[in-house]
């Protein structure tokens, strides 16, 4: 009777003898509805949900007939199970995901690298060229490949978290709105876009171009989702409550919602909220939804990346997304976002240097960046090696303004080359420009850098960043 387990026996004709008391309670609303022990077998084992909790039963035949059964209650086992299954489900995928980051990191590094000295000599054909020559036709060509080359390596490296937030703090509800138009003409006929934004500013920090793109696949998606049909896509901005952030903390995962990433409920967020009544999101799919590459549209209607990228940007950003859906009911994705605690401005010195040193170990990016700045009004020395580009400084500490140097040299570090040049000359503007996804900007900024760029840039970015006309925010 003391013990925790059920135990009951039966006589020959399948009546109950004897029930301890936990078999009693486990009964009390009357015997357990089990089939009797088919003929000539000794044993048997029953799993049961009985008044909602989860029981064990094993049942063996006496060697004197009869029937003695004992009863477990194994619904915190099976619960914890549950619990080790879905952690070590997660852990799995951050660990893929991690393994494809690494991948993309270190392919897009060289990659762009190419696209930049295509992009940069493209762009002076076409500058050069005649208008409406079959010659600048072919080179806009190239350049329009270029970009969308920029644009999948953008997305490979946002999706696996391995490209770096840009500082700055910007109005969520502003970015909805710019896009609000061009999203708007994307729908089918019969598909409705209602947006809902409150009037005060909502502020984030981060980058305002990867939110962008975000806030755009999501609306693609809905539309997708509507197949082509009618439906209505509602956007809608506002403060998250804390409550619900508490409630969705505490349980991440319901039968027809589950939450991807991490959320502080010490924290406030902005609540992006998508929904599209559409035809809903199966469980099966749910669990791959994010997974890059991983489509339901078919390959002539999507990569498999939008809903990559668009977790990517979530949690670079220190986010995370739910979803809530079932087959035939609609899906809403609700994006939380953390608000800046605090932001200032740190605009820079606005004098145009006019001297400027370029540190590149690949002769392509080097004349590339030489030919672009002059053509902008900069002087430009440039040089292939970190040792030559510090001899020069420490020679003439006051014959550059500017600094713009790789990361990845030989011999030396962009970060180490910055160091050494600001104990030379610490009034020089010094920008570092990196194809690595693995170098943050925190870095740069540790090493003594003014600004930070990522390959490929637009040389009126670069100018921009030598300029010190970048503003800088803290969140």
């Known amino acids: 009777d003391l013990a925790a387990d059920g135990i009951c026996s039966e006589d020959l004709s399948g009546k109950v003898r004897y029930a301890n008391s936990a078999a009693r309670n486990f009964t009390a609303e009357g015997l357990l509805p089990l089939s009797p022990l088919a003929h000539g077998l000794e044993r048997d084992r029953h799993e049961i949900v009985f008044a909602g909790r989860d029981l064990e039963m094993y049942r ?10 004992r009863i477990a209650d194994v619904t915190e086992r099976n619960r914890a199970e549950t619990e080790r299954v879905r952690l070590e489900t997660r852990l799995y995928d951050a660990a893929k995901m991690e393994a494809v980051g690494q991948l993309a990191g270190g392919v897009s590094h060289d990659f762009n690298n190419i ?19 079959e010659n600048r036709a072919f080179a806009q060509r190239i350049l329009n490949a270029c970009e969308r080359g ?12 391995t490209g770096s937030v840009s500082h700055g703090v910007f109005d969520l509800c502003r970015t909805v709105k710019r896009g609000q138009e061009l999203l708007a003409s994307t729908m089918h006929p019969g598909a409705m876009l209602d947006v809902e934004l409150p009037q005060e500013p909502l502020w984030i920090a981060g980058d305002e171009v990867q939110i962008g793109r975000l806030v755009s696949n999501l609306v693609v998606n809905a539309r997708d989702a509507l197949d082509g049909g009618g439906g209505i896509i509602d956007i809608g901005v506002a403060p998250a409550p804390q409550a619900e952030i508490a409630a969705l903390a505490a349980q991440p995962e319901t039968e027809y919602g589950r939450l991807f990433g991490e959320l502080d409920s010490a924290r406030r967020y902005v609540r992006l909220r998508v929904s599209d009544t559409g035809a809903g999101i199966s469980p099966n799919v749910m669990e791959r939804m994010f997974e890059p590459f991983f489509t339901t549209k078919g390959r002539q209607r999507g990569t498999g990346l939008g809903l990559a990228v668009v977790l990517g940007a979530v949690k670079a950003h220190g986010g995370a997304c739910h979803v809530e859906s079932a087959v035939g009911r609609g899906t ?12 200032a401005g740190v605009p820079g010195d606005m004098g145009k240097p006019c001297h400027v040193l370029i540190v590149d170990d690949e002769a392509d990016i080097t004349d590339h960046l030489s030919i672009g700045l002059e053509r902008l009004g900069f002087q430009t020395v440039a040089v292939q090696n970190p040792q030559e580009a510090l001899a020069a400084i420490m020679e003439a500490p006051h014959a550059f303004d500017a600094v713009l140097t790789d990361y990845d040299m030989p011999d030396m570090s962009g970060t180490e080359l910055i160091r050494r040049i600001k104990d030379v000359s610490p009034q020089i503007r010094v920008v570092l420009c990196t194809g690595r996804r693995d170098i943050r900007e925190t870095a740069a900024r540790a090493a003594g850098a003014d600004a930070f760029l990522r390959k490929p840039v637009d040389l009126q970015a670069v100018a921009a960043a030598l300029n010190g006309t970048v503003v800088a925010f803290t969140a």
């Open 60 to 69: 063996v035949r006496l060697p004197a007939g009869g029937i003695i059964t």
């Open 115 to 133: 696209l930049s000295a295509i992009t940069g000599f493209a762009g002076f054909i076409v500058q050069d060229a005649d208008a409406g020559s």
């Open 150 to 161: 920029k644009e999948l390596v953008q997305q490979i490296i946002t999706f696996a978290e």
């Open 332 to 343: 809403t994705f609700s994006i939380y976002l953390p608000t800046p605690s605090r932001s």
